[in-house]
């Protein structure tokens, strides 16, 4: 079992940057392959970005290519997204998730085990 926690969100001007943190507890963080996901009101839940088991391949989705980076503190038991360049359409609850260490990124939310409750984004124009 794990537990992810989520925090860092908040209110920010567009152009402006935020750091979201996911704490995982009941088994480290390492061993498990995250993402970060988000859901605007009225949408799906999509995939931003990804970190394998091993926290060596890194996968974005193509809308925050070059604005997002996603890295994990193995020590911490936390993985890290860095949102700059924010936009008015990054406004979202984020989530992160979990999956076996053994496992590849992945885009669908149904292939992750464990979620985190979400922290809110909303980037003002």
């Known amino acids: 079992q794990a537990q992810l926690v989520e925090s860092g969100g908040g209110l920010v001007q567009a152009g402006g940057s935020l750091r979201l943190s996911c704490v995982a507890s009941?088994?480290?963080?390492?061993?498990?392959?995250m993402g970060w996901f988000r859901q605007a009101p009225g949408k799906e839940r999509e995939f931003v970005a990804g970190?394998?088991?091993?926290?060596?391949?890194?996968s974005y989705a193509d809308s925050v290519k070059g604005r997002f980076t996603i890295s994990g503190d193995n020590a911490k038991n936390t993985v890290y997204l860095q949102m700059n360049s924010l936009k008015p359409e990054d406004t979202a609850v984020y989530y992160c998730?979990?999956?076996?260490?053994?496992?590849?990124?992945?885009?669908?939310?149904?292939?992750?085990?464990?979620w985190g409750q979400g922290t809110q984004v909303t980037v003002s124009s």
């Open positions: 970190l394998n088991g091993s926290g060596g391949l890194t």
């Open positions: 998730a979990a999956r076996g260490w053994w496992s590849p990124v992945s885009d669908a939310t149904y292939d992750y085990r464990y």
């Open positions: 009941g088994r480290t963080g390492s061993s498990y392959t």
